[in-house]
T-cell receptor, first 114, second 115 residues
Framework: NAGVTQTPKFQVLKTGQSMTLQCAQD?????MSWYRQDPGMGLRLIHY???????DQGEVPNGYNVSRSTTEDFPLRLLSAAPSQTSVYFC?????????????FGDGTRLSIL | AQSVAQPEDQVNVAEGNPLTVKCTYS??????LFWYVQYPNRGLQFLLK??????LVKGSYGFEAEFNKSQTSFHLKKPSALVSDSALYFC?????????????FGTGTRLKVLA
């Protein structure tokens, strides 16, 4: 089992560019989420999904889009990159809404916006 | 509003001494509670969880956590710290009361175990 796989591991963008951070899981988990981790601020939820075709906003959704066309994949799109989006991005997955199971995390994408 | 607080940015402890990393929460209903550990350049790894029942929960690598409903706390403990325990620790709750079942994380506590 690969678990949660995030690509790329590192990326440098220029302000205004767009890109997609990929996330895939092979555990048939219904619940997937994207977080950003910034020093002193812990993990902040960007978007989450409770199943294919269903997404919702988290705490800091502005500037990001998501879609969930399959159970396995949950890509995060930066529409027009800004320096404030420089961060480490983590994707996570877990069993469904009522589950007491923990989230499984990928190893992150380190993104720098110049 | 739902929240998780980790009041200490950093905890220093000597190797072999007991350690405690504090966590308090504020959510509606009865939450599921979790502790995770993060090593440099890695994602978060699950340590232990509290669902219901015994207030003392045992987890990976000799860690345990004590749930206290009246104080809404879920402190992480270990009887004897190792240098290899040095890492960033996150407390999290899964909010069952609001209907969203989102996970809410604290800001993290950096544990430094001194040889």
């Amino acid at each position: 089992n690969a678990g949660v796989t995030q690509t790329p591991k590192f990326q440098v963008l220029k302000t205004g560019q767009s890109m997609t951070l990929q996330c895939a899981q092979d555990m048939n988990h219904e619940y997937m989420s994207w977080y950003r981790q910034d020093p002193g601020m812990g993990l902040r939820l960007i978007h989450y999904s409770v199943g294919a075709g269903i997404t919702d906003q988290g705490e800091v959704p502005n500037g990001y889009n998501v879609s969930r066309s399959t159970t396995e994949d949950f890509p995060l799109r930066l529409l027009s990159a800004a320096p404030s989006q420089t961060s480490v991005y983590f994707c996570a997955s877990s069993r469904g809404q009522g589950s007491n199971q923990p989230q499984h995390f990928g190893d992150g994408t380190r993104l720098s916006i110049l | 509003a739902q929240s998780v607080a980790q009041p200490e940015d950093q905890v220093n402890v000597a190797e072999g001494n007991p350690l405690t990393v504090k966590c308090t929460y504020s959510v509606s209903g009865n939450p599921y509670l979790f502790w995770y550990v993060q090593y440099p350049n890695r994602g978060l790894q699950f340590l232990l969880k509290y669902i219901t029942g015994d207030n003392l929960v045992k987890g990976s690598y000799g860690f345990e956590a004590e749930f206290n409903k009246s104080q809404t706390s879920f402190h992480l403990k270990k009887p004897s710290a190792l240098v290899s325990d040095s890492a960033l620790y996150f407390c999290a709750v899964r909010d069952r009361g609001s209907g969203t079942y989102k996970y809410i994380f604290g800001t993290g506590t950096r544990l430094k175990v001194l040889a």
